[in-house]
Each structure stands twice: as structure tokens, then as C-alpha cells.
T-cell receptor, first 122, second 113 residues
Framework: DGGITQSPKYLFRKEGQNVTLSCEQN?????MYWYRQDPGQGLRLIYY???????QKGDIAEGYSVSREKKESFPLTVTSAQKNPTAFYLC?????????????????????FGPGTRLTVL | DQQVKQNSPSLSVQEGRISILNCDYT??????FLWYKKYPAEGPTFLIS?????DKNEDGRFTVFLNKSAKHLSLHIVPSQPGDSAVYFC????????????FGQGTRLTINP
């Protein structure tokens, strides 16, 4: 049963503590992504990785760190430097970006999302 | 700088009627557009997409229209069903731009019986 798992579903931490959110996929996807969602806002990209041992900052990377040591795993650490860490965090994966079909037409490989982790910092 | 905008935070439609969700974008480099559907406390699920070389893509009750000159796309759902009640996000990607998705703020669709 292929998919993306995120654990835990709910997480509570005290202010000033680092916390690591887990994301695992068995879809054999090369690319993985972390987003955060705040009320009334869309999904904002934190970090992404297109291949093992490589990752890039997204639009709101400050206060976060990631690693990509295995293809299946892309953990996100929310550090104490993140000023407003309470949010809903979503992990996604996809085949790498665009693919070219036999007719020479590009299509985007859509991202598949996990169920999310709601982090509350007290 | 919001490159993808969904200006209607919410939309209420009667069951059986057509739901039309709108999305505007500013970056002319975007060449692929997607719609995602999201239920509360769950991850978004892919719904339908369209390439910039097309102006329409249809999948069952869902049709996406793209107007490149106006930098506007819309999602039509007909007939609307109670299970369609969810938040809908449009997203855009540029092949030149590291192939990341840029999301709009979302529109909450409520289907009334």
C-alpha cells in the first residue's frame, strides 16, 4: 500500500525546544517537499529535495532544517529560532518535476501529500 | 508577493448546481496549473491539472479552463455534490523555476442540500 506517512498527527512542544517531524514515502519518488499551512493562507514551501543528499530552501526556510540521507525519508526539524512555529505541516513527494512524453509534451508530475502534522508550541 | 491568488475565501453553492472557483496568477513563466482539494486535518489530494498549451481540460464532473492572456484559470464542478465541500487550492509551476509549486490561499466550497 503505497503512500506518504507523517508522524505524529499532533505534536505539542514547549517554547525553545527543537522538534523533528517525520515524513516517509514508499512511492519511489525522487523529490520531497515540506510545506506549512496557516489559517487563511495557502501552502508555503519550507524546503524541498529533488534527490538524495541534496535539498534547497523554499520561501520560508528560516528557523527550519532538513536532511535527506535516504530516498524514502525527509525529516523536518523546527528549531527554537522559528518565531512562530505553531502550524499545520505537510510533507509531499513527487517524481522529479516535469516529464516529457513520446509526443514531446511536458507534463508536471503532481505532488502527493501526507496527512499532515499539527504542531502546537506552548 | 502573492504570485497565485484566489480572491474568494469562500463559496456557497446549492447541490446540483455548478460551482466555479477562480484563480489568478501574475508570473507569465508559469506553464502548468493544478487544482488540489483538501478536507480539514488532511493533506491535499490532486484533482485536475492543465498545461499552458491547452485552454481546457475535463475529467468527469471537473473542468479546468485556462485563459493565458488574462492569467486566469477556473475550476468548474457540475453537478455539485455534498462531498465536494472542501477547501480548493490552485497551484502553478514553471519548468524554468526549479519545478516548485506555488499555491493560492484556497477557497472553501460549501455545497448546500
Amino acid at each position: 500500500d503505497g503512500g506518504i506517512t507523517q508522524s505524529p498527527k499532533y505534536l505539542f512542544r514547549k517554547e525553545g525546544q527543537n522538534v523533528t517531524l517525520s515524513c516517509e514515502q514508499n512511492l519511489n519518488h525522487d523529490a520531497m517537499y515540506w510545506y506549512r499551512q496557516d489559517p487563511g493562507q495557502g501552502l508555503r514551501l519550507i524546503y524541498y529535495s529533488q534527490i538524495v543528499n541534496d535539498f534547497q530552501k523554499g520561501d520560508i526556510a528560516e528557523g527550519y532544517s532538513v536532511s535527506r540521507e535516504k530516498k524514502e525519508s525527509f525529516p523536518l526539524t523546527v528549531t527554537s529560532a522559528q518565531k512562530n512555529p505553531t502550524a499545520f505541516y505537510l510533507c509531499a513527494s513527487s517524481s522529479r518535476g516535469y516529464s516529457l512524453n513520446v509526443r514531446g509534451i511536458f507534463s508536471y508530475n503532481e505532488q502527493f501529500f501526507g496527512p499532515g502534522t499539527r504542531l502546537t508550541v506552548l | 508577493d502573492q504570485q497565485v491568488k484566489q480572491n474568494s475565501p469562500s463559496l456557497s453553492v446549492q447541490e446540483g448546481r455548478i460551482s466555479i472557483l477562480n484563480c489568478d496568477y501574475t508570473n507569465s513563466m508559469f506553464d502548468y496549473f493544478l487544482w488540489y482539494k483538501k478536507y480539514p486535518a488532511e493533506g491535499p489530494t490532486f484533482l485536475i491539472s492543465i498545461s499552458s498549451i491547452k485552454d481546457k481540460n475535463e475529467d468527469g464532473r471537473f473542468t479546468v479552463f485556462l485563459n493565458k492572456s488574462a492569467k486566469h484559470l477556473s475550476l468548474h464542478i457540475v453537478p455539485s455534490q455534498p462531498g465536494d465541500s472542501a477547501v480548493y487550492f490552485c497551484a502553478a509551476s514553471a519548468i524554468q523555476g526549479a519545478q516548485k509549486l506555488v499555491f493560492g490561499q484556497g477557497t472553501r466550497l460549501t455545497i448546500n442540500p
